[in-house]
């Protein structure tokens, strides 16, 4: 996600909060740049969790595994 797409997220919430709103296709727009934030979010955070582990008290290193949806 770029820094220029962050500021356009940021105008457009700035705009919603006005009394005149967003149009339908900035709703669009909003809606399409949030999607793509939220899973360039997740998918640092899963790369970041991956790279990580937990060492227990004798100094052994455990990989973090993830669990499968229920």
Same mark, same amino acid.
Do not use: M, V
């Given at each position: 996600m %770029? =820094? *220029?797409k962050i500021n356009r $997220?940021?105008?457009l919430a700035r705009k919603a909060k006005t009394p005149e709103? +967003?149009? &339908?296709e900035e709703l669009? &727009?909003?809606d399409i740049l949030r999607r &793509?934030? $939220?899973?360039?979010?997740?998918?640092s955070l899963v790369g =970041? +969790? *991956?790279? %990580?582990?937990i060492v227990d008290e004798k100094g052994n290193?455990?990989? $973090?595994t993830r669990n499968p949806k229920k």
């Open positions: %770029t =820094q *220029e $997220i940021n105008e709103g +967003l149009t &339908e669009k &727009e909003r &793509e934030y $939220i899973d360039s979010f997740k998918a =970041q +969790l *991956e790279n %990580t582990y290193k455990k990989k $973090i």
